[in-house]
């Protein structure tokens, strides 16, 4: 494909590596939840993902709405607590609104992963600085989407989504969380980094990993 298109090749490489890094940083998140949360979100992610790349291993799902549906349920089946179906409705949303294509350009890409972020919205009803995933989520994709309007290709523009993410990341720790476990500990849950948002950045450096090839 194009530097302007992201293939379904990509696209699965784009959750394959999701998966290596949750695996990766398993310990790492879970240590963070471990301080604002139930200690589970490193184990939750790295099963669930385990379960979505054997799910479209076997299955080939030959159009972006077929493999997005297929991670989606297989995340909200597979996940417990919040991750779960927070991440289930991003794919989810992803696949509804990107179709029966086989490739993705920019504004397309960019329309789906917004109508996945919605769904999170909708799902967790978070908002910005409630110290949750939308605090990686949001500024990422608008990166993402001022990186495309600059006239830049897919690969730069998950650059600059991944460094957004990082740093949409980073200024969760200072925050009291507003929503979900970690909200129960009011002040206590400032000075740590929101495993949700980690794991978001880690959700960016895997695409901007899988587009890099262009």
């Keep these: 494909m194009t530097a302007g298109t992201a293939s379904l090749d990509q696209l699965t490489d784009w959750l394959s590596r999701f998966r290596d890094l949750v ?19 490193g184990s ?7 379960a979505v790349m054997e799910k479209i291993g076997a299955g080939g799902a030959g159009a972006v709405d077929e493999l997005f549906k297929s991670v989606g349920m297989t995340l909200v089946t ?17 696949g509804m609104t990107a ?3 086989t490739a ?14 919605e769904g999170v919205v ?9 110290k949750t995933m939308f605090d990686a989520m949001a500024p990422a994709l608008d990166a993402f989407d001022a990186s495309l309007a600059a006239g830049d290709d897919l690969a730069a523009a998950s650059s600059a989504a991944f460094t957004a993410a990082v740093a949409g990341r980073d200024a969760t720790e200072p925050l009291t969380a507003r929503k979900g476990r970690a909200s129960y500990l009011g002040e206590r849950s400032a000075g740590h980094l929101d495993p ?18 262009g």
């Design 104 to 117: 993705l350009d920019g504004t397309a890409l960019s329309a789906a992963m917004r109508a996945g972020l």
């Design 44 to 50: 939750n992610m790295t099963r669930g993902m385990n």
């Design 78 to 94: 597979s996940v417990g607590g919040a991750s779960g179906p927070l991440y289930g409705t991003f794919f989810l949303r992803i």
């Design 122 to 130: 909708a799902r967790g009803k978070a908002e910005a600085g409630d």
């Design 99 to 101: 179709g029966a294509a």
């Design 23 to 41: 695996t990766e940083q398993q310990s790492y998140l879970t240590e963070l939840d471990s301080a604002i949360g139930d200690a589970d979100h």
């Design 196 to 213: 949700g948002a980690t794991s978001t950045a880690l959700l960016f450096e895997a695409l901007a990993g899988a587009l890099a090839k």
